[in-house]
């Protein structure tokens, strides 16, 4: 079965400090592709990044950078010097063959970053 | 310029009457998809569209779900008798290719409230 788990629910942080967001996936299949996506209070979610299973290397943009380790099957997401524009709920998601090829996300981490 | 646009943004039914929302995707996008998000979760897949082919409907939750995309562009769900568990917040995405693993670009939503 294709399973997506974000264990944090809720983050709290004060601006400027760094903050990982944790997420661990479960499939059989070789082949699979993850995802992270930001949606702010607008409703709206906006895709952060994608990546595919045989790419195991770390990737950093501005102040995001994402861990994929499969060892772990974790792909965490790491906003450092955050700011209060980054408040919103953080989605990772999982697609495989095994799932039909279907989305599958986590339940969302929200993140509260307080002036 | 424009990324997925979703309309009503907000819609408020009584039980039991028909809705229908309607998704235009970014222009020559080839594949649709449809979410549903309630409270406090992560979108979970309804349906998805290949142009005008409708290639997966696995996920809608009942016989009273029904989308189309008759020209291979706009998107219409409906959901006929509606009921208070179908409140929840519907998601439309779009992406370039004909591959389910293509990065989906998503809508706004419509936040449906069933009464």
Request: a neutral charge; hydrophobic letters at 35%.
């Amino acid at each position: 079965a294709q399973k997506v788990t974000q264990a944090q629910t809720e983050i709290s942080v004060v601006e400027k400090e760094d903050v990982t967001l944790d997420c661990v996936y479960e499939t059989r299949d070789t082949t699979y592709y993850l995802f992270w996506y930001k949606q702010p209070p607008s409703g709206e979610l906006v895709f952060l990044i994608r990546r595919n299973s045989f790419d195991e290397q770390n990737e950093i943009s501005g102040r995001y950078s994402w861990n994929f380790q499969k060892s772990t099957s974790s792909f965490n997401f790491t906003i450092t010097a955050s700011q209060v524009v980054d408040s919103a709920v953080y989605f990772c998601a999982l697609i495989a063959n095994t799932g039909g090829f279907k989305t599958i996300f986590g339940a969302g981490t929200r993140l509260f970053v307080k002036a | 310029g424009a990324g997925v646009s979703q309309s009503p943004r907000y819609k408020v039914a009584k039980r039991g009457q028909d809705v229908a929302l309607r998704c235009d995707p970014i222009s020559g996008h080839v594949s649709l998809f449809w979410y549903q998000q309630a409270l406090g979760q992560g979108p979970e897949f309804l349906t998805y569209f290949q142009n005008e082919a409708q290639l997966d409907k696995s996920g809608l939750p009942s016989d009273r779900f029904f989308a189309e995309r008759p020209e291979g562009s706009v998107s219409t769900l409906k959901i006929q008798r509606t009921q208070q568990e179908d409140s929840a917040v519907y998601l439309c995405a779009s992406s370039l290719g004909a591959s389910s693993t293509d990065t989906q670009y998503f809508g706004p939503g419509t936040r449906l409230t069933v009464l």
